[in-house]
């Protein structure tokens, strides 16, 4: 799965999820996997992870996608994965609101981008991580 640019992989999606995606994103770059829940774990039985390939436009679907399946009370509050085009995946955070449900998709969108845009510190041989 190697490319020039970052994917967001959003994890325990429902099947439910994985079509509304599909059919957000049409023809953008996402890939689909399936994912058991640990042992010992409640939930959906199997959940779906999906990976996308960010674009401008991929951004800005996610983004009204994650508001309108992933929001309550105008607010979005997600963990998702970045893979970096070196191979370096983190798991970032993503919690934004607005005070109109309207807004969330574009207050989403920023979020997206400064997630994506933020730099990885990761510490190298004998230094110490902040």
Known sequence: MSSSVPKIIIPGMTK???LDLEEALQEEDVEFGEQQLPAGASGEFLTVVAVVTLSALAIKTL???LAKN???D?????WLEI???DGTRVRRHIKTSSKKASELPEAAESALQELVATP???PTNGSAGV
């Not at 105008?74 to 997600?78: G, H, P, R």
């Open 16 to 18: 439910l999820e994985q």
């Open 70 to 72: 992933r929001a309550s």
């Open 120 to 122: 990885v510190q990761i």
């Open 74 to 78: 105008n607010q979005i509050d997600e």
């Open 63 to 65: 983004a009204v996608w």
């Open 83 to 85: 893979e970096y085009p």
